[in-house]
């Protein structure tokens, strides 16, 4: 795809000729589950192609491709695959690119289920090691090493890879590299243009916008994403439905004034949590004082809303006081939708798991969500006045 259009023109226009559709201001969902064809032979060579012809909802669908076309191309990729869950994306990515006796590196942390995913294909002869850094991936990277797994920034601890070193490394191996681009949105971050062979995204958080639905996607080249549109799409299941589908051509419609708004707001609340006295760090890589901050203005073109702090303490009874006389900031997983969000995995996530994360007692995760900065800044002063 080239990129002579605007992301702005892909994410409103590209694909939405309103003369198809009566002049509709916004393309009608096509909910049926199969189409029909004029005789046996069209149905036959429409099978033929199932991931480029509309068969069977399972198969694909005019409303789920029409967002595919617009991920395609705002990731600068050939190809998209839409699924019915991020992890839906990434396991039939990881999937389609391992086979028994193959090793996964992952480099920094790494979403939690996306872990689990590979500790579970252990039991198909596909084993994995995670890397702390990029040195790290270098002393530990391996023969059999197919599949190089990464996030950017990394999960929970918001540190910056240099996407284009990770690359050099797995290349160097004969790996794939498959990258979680979730945090950014291709609005952000666009790692196919950096050399990452398959870019998975949450589309439950940014793009689409609203925490009313879950998606994923994938995108690639079409020698990567057509066989996996065919093969572990089709047979694990986890299809996107047209509805949600329909959702995310609205919640695209926003993204770029979303993505400035929500970087804008977490930029604020970061400067005031890292000039806090009763906090010790603040893991905002837009922030100058971020260890990775250079390395992040390279690579990205905007920040998010989503980082974490850790308040100076080790009691985990005063993390559970500070979240819970939050007034603003509501309590609950996930992110990336108008709400702002407040999770501490100290209180919420077993010791032992956090140990292994490295994830210390005092770390609060905030999502900054479209409300005014200063009603967030307000709450999270309130907050620690309430800590005595
Ligand atoms: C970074 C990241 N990747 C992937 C996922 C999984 O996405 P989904 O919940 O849509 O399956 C999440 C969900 O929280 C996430 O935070």
Redesign the pocket.
């Known amino acids: 795809m080239s990129d002579v259009y605007s992301d702005d023109w892909i994410c409103t226009r590209l694909g939405e000729d309103a003369e198809h559709f009566l002049g509709a201001v916004h393309p009608p969902v096509y909910e049926n589950s199969l189409f029909t064809f004029p005789d046996t032979a069209a149905l036959g060579k429409a099978l033929r192609a199932e991931d480029e012809n509309f068969v069977y909802w399972r198969g694909t669908n005019p409303t789920v491709a029409l967002v595919q076309d617009k991920l395609a191309a705002l990731e600068r990729a050939e190809r998209a695959k839409c699924f019915g869950?991020?992890?839906?994306a990434?396991s039939a990515t990881i999937s389609s690119q391992v086979a028994a006796g193959d090793h996964v590196l992952a480099v920094g942390a790494i979403?939690g289920?996306?872990t689990s995913f590979l500790r579970y294909l252990t039991k198909f002869g596909v084993t994995h090691t995670h890397a702390a850094d990029l040195d790290q991936a270098r002393e530990l990277i391996r023969p059999e090493t197919r599949l190089v797994y990464f996030?950017s920034p990394t999960?929970m601890a918001f540190r910056v890879l240099e996407i284009a070193a990770v690359v050099e490394l797995a290349r160097a191996h004969g790996a794939v590299t498959v990258m979680?681009n979730?945090?950014a949105t291709p609005l952000f971050q666009k790692p196919i243009t950096l050399g990452v062979d398959l870019v998975v995204h949450?589309?439950?958080?940014y793009i689409g916008g609203h925490s009313d639905l879950?998606?994923?996607v994938v995108c690639g080249s079409a020698a990567l994403v057509r066989p996996l549109s065919l093969v572990e799409y089709q047979l694990y299941g986890a299809a996107m439905s047209p509805h949600d589908a329909a959702k995310v051509v609205k919640g695209l419609r926003t993204l770029g004034v979303r993505m400035a708004a929500h970087g804008e707001r977490a930029l604020r609340v970061a400067e005031f949590l890292d000039a806090h006295p009763r906090v010790r760090s603040v893991r905002y890589p837009g922030l100058p004082g971020h260890p990775d901050h250079e390395l992040a203005r390279r690579q990205l073109s905007g920040f998010s809303g989503l980082f974490a702090f850790e308040l100076d303490t080790e009691d985990v009874s005063l993390v559970e006081k500070f979240v819970d006389s939050l007034r603003h900031f509501r309590i609950g997983?996930?992110?990336g939708g108008y709400e702002s969000l407040v999770n501490a995995p100290a209180v919420t996530v077993e010791e032992s798991v956090r140990a292994t994360m490295g994830i210390p007692v005092g770390l609060v995760r905030l999502s900054v969500g479209l409300e005014d900065g200063e009603t967030l800044v307000a709450d999270l002063a309130a907050a620690f006045e309430a800590l005595g």
Do not use: A, H, Q, R
Request: proline share 4%; no cysteine.
């Open positions: 869950s991020g992890m839906g990434i979403y289920p996306t996030e999960f979680d979730t945090w949450s589309l439950s958080k879950v998606g994923g997983v996930s992110w």
